[in-house]
């Protein structure tokens, strides 16, 4: 059965945007927050963290009393969390028992160091490469860019890319994660990072179907569309996995629009839910909720659609007011202390200042700074 067309063995469900919404939020983990980072980090397949400390406020926005500190500790000493390049060939950060997965899903895929080698005719040589990086790694441990380039293995600056490189096909392939805390991107050995990982991986769709299942928990009711975008597939692939899932999905209608949804989630959908109380969020740049969908237009207005998702890929923070964008934000560090800048799309409603505040002042903790001041209220 196409993807696309209408699922026969379900009865159309219909809900209004605002459903929609409280639900996302609540999957989401920013109503009722999840018990710890790891958990976030495995439900909502994984957290983009290009930029690293979004990806740690992401986490601080959907657990409890987390710091920064801590979330540096889970993800370089205690290794309970792993940064690699997963979907859309972007820096995220997942639970390491997910490692094996992650690997299972993105195989097959090439980097563009790869796909080059293969234009050039040189991929036989560039494979082998790789293959003598990866032993220097597993012997040296943690290995960066400097070390690589004294090795003498490659003797041009493009496999040397802060981009990715070399590395980014050694993390790909399963041999290497994300080490640093700051300073020169650092690579760690799996042998050597966390040598009691259990390494078994799924085959390419199975990986990819699991995937889909906890893409549908966390982020439905979605389309077909909305999971491509967020998985960074062609249409075609996607619809190989979607269509694996056919069987385990309502159909929702939301206001004109078909989207679909976990059968096993329907009850909780549909279950008349008491008025949202109000609530307000700071998500931080590239926040999941962000990206999980190629139609922003249920929380970002469109008409603001520009002032966050910018040109060149950025994607600015947002404060949501009820889950709707009402502002954009950014933070900067002088010292011991943390300024916040807003920029509202109007003028915010004076019970907002004292919930901006708070919000603020708990992103400052979560820094270990003191909240210099807000501007832009």
Same mark, same amino acid.
């Given at each position: 059965?196409?993807?696309?067309?209408?699922?026969?063995?379900?009865?159309?469900?219909?809900?209004?945007?605002?459903?929609?919404?409280?639900?996302?939020?609540?999957?989401?983990?920013?109503?009722?927050?999840?018990?710890?980072?790891?958990?976030?980090?495995?439900?909502?397949?994984?957290?983009?963290?290009?930029?690293?400390?979004?990806?740690?406020?992401?986490?601080?926005?959907?657990?409890?009393?987390?710091?920064?500190?801590?979330?540096?500790?889970?993800?370089?000493?205690?290794?309970?969390?792993?940064?690699?390049?997963?979907?859309?060939?972007?820096?995220?950060?997942?639970?390491?028992?997910?490692?094996?997965?992650?690997?299972?899903?993105?195989?097959?895929?090439?980097?563009?160091?790869?796909?080059?080698?293969?234009?050039?005719?040189?991929?036989?040589?560039?494979?082998?490469?790789?293959?003598?990086?990866?032993?220097?790694?597993?012997?040296?441990?943690?290995?960066?860019?400097?070390?690589?380039?004294?090795?003498?293995?490659?003797?041009?600056?493009?496999?040397?890319?802060?981009?990715?490189?070399?590395?980014?096909?050694?993390?790909?392939? @399963?041999? #290497?994660?994300?080490?640093? +805390?700051?300073?020169?991107?650092?690579? $760690?050995?799996? &042998?050597?990072?966390? =040598?009691?990982?259990?390494?078994?991986?799924?085959?390419?769709?199975?990986?990819?179907?699991?995937?889909?299942?906890?893409?549908?928990?966390?982020?439905?009711?979605?389309?077909?569309?909305?999971?491509?975008?967020?998985?960074?597939?062609?249409?075609?692939?996607?619809?190989?996995?979607?269509?694996?899932?056919?069987?385990?999905?309502?159909?929702?209608?939301?206001?004109?629009?078909?989207?679909?949804?976990?059968?096993?989630?329907?009850?909780?959908?549909?279950?008349?839910?008491?008025?949202?109380?109000?609530?307000?969020?700071?998500?931080?740049?590239?926040?999941?909720?962000?990206?999980?969908?190629?139609?922003?237009?249920?929380?970002?207005?469109?008409?603001?659609?520009?002032?966050?998702?910018?040109?060149?890929?950025?994607?600015?923070?947002?404060?949501?007011?009820? @889950?709707? #964008?009402?502002?954009?934000? +950014?933070?900067?560090?002088?010292?011991? $202390?943390?300024? &916040?800048?807003?920029? =509202?799309?109007?003028?915010?409603?004076?019970?907002?200042?004292?919930?901006?505040?708070?919000?603020?002042?708990?992103?400052?903790?979560?820094?270990?700074?003191?909240?210099?001041?807000?501007?832009?209220?």
């Amino acid at each position: 059965m196409n993807a696309d067309n209408h699922l026969m063995h379900h009865t159309p469900v219909q809900i209004n945007i605002q459903q929609l919404r409280q639900f996302r939020l609540h999957r989401s983990g920013l109503l009722i927050p999840f018990p710890t980072a790891e958990q976030v980090a495995e439900s909502l397949g994984g957290v983009q963290a290009q930029i690293h400390p979004s990806a740690g406020l992401a986490l601080f926005n959907r657990t409890y009393d987390l710091t920064y500190e801590r979330y540096e500790t889970l993800l370089f000493e205690e290794r309970s969390l792993v940064k690699l390049w997963g979907q859309r060939g972007t820096l995220h950060v997942y639970a390491t028992k997910d490692w094996p997965l992650i690997c299972a899903m993105l195989a097959g895929s090439k980097s563009w160091w790869a796909r080059n080698a293969e234009k050039t005719e040189t991929h036989d040589v560039y494979t082998d490469l790789v293959r003598q990086a990866e032993a220097l790694l597993r012997q040296k441990g943690v290995m960066g860019r400097s070390e690589l380039r004294a090795s003498g293995l490659f003797n041009d600056e493009e496999h040397l890319s802060p981009w990715g490189g070399v590395f980014a096909d050694l993390v790909r392939q @399963g041999y #290497a994660c994300h080490a640093a +805390r700051s300073g020169e991107g650092l690579f $760690a050995h799996r &042998i050597h990072w966390r =040598p009691d990982l259990r390494w078994e991986q799924p085959d390419l769709d199975a990986a990819n179907v699991e995937m889909l299942r906890r893409y549908l928990h966390a982020y439905g009711p979605a389309t077909l569309q909305d999971y491509a975008h967020w998985r960074g597939a062609a249409r075609n692939r996607a619809r190989r996995w979607w269509a694996a899932m056919e069987p385990e999905l309502a159909q929702i209608h939301v206001e004109g629009q078909t989207m679909y949804l976990l059968s096993e989630d329907l009850d909780e959908l549909t279950r008349s839910p008491e008025p949202p109380s109000p609530s307000l969020h700071m998500l931080h740049r590239f926040d999941p909720l962000l990206l999980a969908h190629k139609d922003k237009s249920w929380i970002v207005p469109v008409v603001h659609y520009k002032q966050v998702f910018r040109s060149a890929g950025h994607i600015e923070g947002v404060v949501l007011n009820a @889950g709707i #964008a009402i502002a954009t934000w +950014r933070y900067v560090r002088k010292g011991k $202390a943390l300024h &916040i800048i807003l920029e =509202p799309f109007a003028p915010l409603a004076t019970h907002l200042h004292s919930l901006i505040e708070q919000r603020s002042q708990e992103i400052a903790t979560f820094f270990g700074l003191r909240l210099a001041g807000i501007e832009g209220m």
